[in-house]
Nanobody, 126 residues
Framework: VQLQASGGGLVQVGGSLRLSCVASGRPLSSYEMAWFRQAPGNEHDFVAAIKWNGEMSFYTDAVGGRFTISRDDAKNTVYLQMDALKPDDTAVYYC????????????????????WGQGTQVTVSS
């Protein structure tokens, strides 16, 4: 599967952005999907994940209540709605997919994912 992320940009504190990740090559329904982010000098940090059927989602404590992950398998797209943005949310955001037929490791670890998008920059100004 190939992933293409978009939707990043510059926003003021308290603002909102919606990131999109479009999959091609295989149906999105075959994958558990996630968003990670990487700030300068940091590793890829887990942000959110959603199970293949959309029935459960998971968030890091830092974004709980402010971010919402969702998926539209008919459009082969996963979204990350980001509200009440803070300067600490500034990072490059990556979508990632892991094949439900060969799950390994923890969904919170970037090493558990099979495919990655190219990243989209989110900058929150104060």
């Amino acid at each position: 599967v190939q992933l293409q992320a978009s939707g990043g940009g510059l926003v003021q504190v308290g603002g909102s952005l919606r990131l999109s990740c479009v999959a091609s090559g295989r149906p999105l329904s075959s994958y558990e999907m996630a968003w990670f982010r990487q700030a300068p000098g940091n590793e890829h940090d887990f942000v959110a994940a959603i199970k293949w059927n959309g029935e459960m989602s998971f968030y890091t404590d830092a974004v709980g209540g402010r971010f919402t992950i969702s998926r539209d398998d008919a459009k082969n797209t996963v979204y990350l709605q980001m509200d009440a943005l803070k300067p600490d949310d500034t990072a490059v955001y990556y979508c990632a997919a892991r094949d439900t037929d060969s799950l390994r490791g923890s969904r919170y670890s970037p090493q558990s994912y099979d495919a990655w998008g190219q990243g989209t920059q989110v900058t929150v100004s104060s």
